[in-house]
T-cell receptor, first 114, second 114 residues
Framework: GDSVTQMEGPVTLSEEAFLTINCTYT??????LFWYVQYPGEGLQLLLK?????DKGSNKGFEATYRKETTSFHLEKGSVQVSDSAVYFCALSDPGGGADGLTFGKGTHLIIQP | EAGVTQSPTHLIKTRGQQATLRCSPISGHTSVYWYQQALGLGLQFLLWYDEGEERNRGNFPPRFSGRQFPNYSSELNVNALELEDSALYLC?????????????FGPGTRLTVL
């Protein structure tokens, strides 16, 4: 079945550092790919998405590119802030439109220190 | 535009009791998904409702059930509660006909089973 693998962390960085959170997936066909963010005590917020190979999703300074050849969707940000501290989830949706819900990675806990 | 809402925010029950959780989707969305986020287990797909029908369920026992009402709101019922049912239950809505299954999440209901 489909699966998503991401580094679990915690990942600790200093403010203004460069961020990369790796995400790789296993799926048949061409899934849609997503990054969600969860702040403490809250639900998930959609951060960005990409629906086909070579698409780049971007939002709030975060970017991720759908790489079919490496089955990856790594999240990057050039300069992180303390307010970016949260848990980040990589997820995929099967090409059929979602009968099995989203498949999530285990989440990466990001801590940004001032 | 109002987002996905869930109630109650917190729910405390004892073993063997029943819990009922509620979700209202974004206006115009006909699909509702339920997920369980248990400590150490990550996010797991529970149920998918669309147009009033249960379309698919994840690997959970039958005591997890629910329904979707004509206004597309949804209810999740958990019968014969067990300690391991303690988790954050997240509801998401989607306009899955777009083909990409972009899901928008509510804040969740924290269920504690004592």
């Amino acid at each position: 079945g489909d699966s998503v693998t991401q580094m679990e962390g915690p990942v600790t960085l200093s403010e203004e550092a460069f961020l990369t959170i790796n995400c790789t997936y296993t799926a048949t066909g061409y899934p849609s790919l997503f990054w969600y963010v969860q702040y403490p005590g809250e639900g998930l917020q959609l951060l960005l998405k990409a629906t086909k190979a070579d698409d780049k999703g971007s939002n709030k300074g975060f970017e991720a590119t759908y790489r079919k050849e490496t089955t990856s969707f790594h999240l990057e940000k050039g300069s992180v802030q303390v307010s970016d501290s949260a848990v980040y989830f990589c997820a995929l949706s099967d090409p059929g439109g979602g009968a099995d819900g989203l498949t999530f990675g285990k989440g990466t806990h990001l801590i940004i220190q001032p | 535009e109002a987002g996905v809402t869930q109630s109650p925010t917190h729910l405390i029950k004892t073993r063997g009791q029943q819990a009922t959780l509620r979700c209202s989707p974004i206006s115009g969305h006909t699909s509702v998904y339920w997920y369980q986020q248990a400590l150490g287990l990550g996010l797991q797909f529970l149920l998918w409702y669309d147009e009033g029908e249960e379309r698919n369920r994840g690997n959970f026992p039958p005591r997890f059930s629910g329904r979707q009402f004509p206004n597309y709101s949804s209810e999740l019922n958990v019968n014969a509660l067990e300690l391991e049912d303690s988790a954050l239950y997240l509801c998401a809505s989607s306009d899955w006909t777009s083909g990409h299954n972009e899901q928008f999440f509510g804040p969740g209901t924290r269920l504690t089973v004592l």
